[in-house]
């Protein structure tokens, strides 16, 4: 079993930015992948961003792409979604995702987080 937790959520004015914070404990080891999804209200849930552990390659949605950044610190069971230039429509709810697959899919990753709330005021 792996636990995630996410941090670092909270209101932001557009334009403005975040970083966003999530800690893996438990069975670490198996994960191969991390990944950051999102789901506004009344949307389904999104994929952002994922990064592969074993090498640190990266994957992003079009909407975020050279807007965000996705790090790893493999040491820590940590992964970190820097968020720059941020826009009304990045108001979501953020999930860190951990599992067996390097995806861009929802149903590819096996352990997740409760979310951070981000609010991005025009």
């Known amino acids: 079993q792996v636990h995630v937790l996410e941090s670092g959520g909270g209101p932001v004015q557009a334009g403005g930015s975040l970083r966003l914070s999530c800690a893996a404990s438990?069975?670490?080891?198996?994960?191969?992948?991390m990944g950051w999804f999102r789901q506004a209200p009344g949307k389904e849930r999104e994929f952002v961003a994922a990064i592969r552990k074993i090498d640190g390659r990266t994957l992003y949605a079009d909407s975020v792409k050279g807007r965000f950044t996705i790090s790893g610190d493999n040491a820590k069971n940590t992964m970190y979604l820097q968020m720059n230039s941020l826009k009304p429509e990045d108001t979501a709810i953020y999930y860190c995702a951990a599992g067996s697959n390097w995806s861009r899919y929802v149903y590819a990753y096996d352990y997740w987080g409760q979310g951070t709330q981000v609010t991005v005021s025009s």
């Open positions: 438990g069975r670490t080891f198996s994960m191969y992948a």
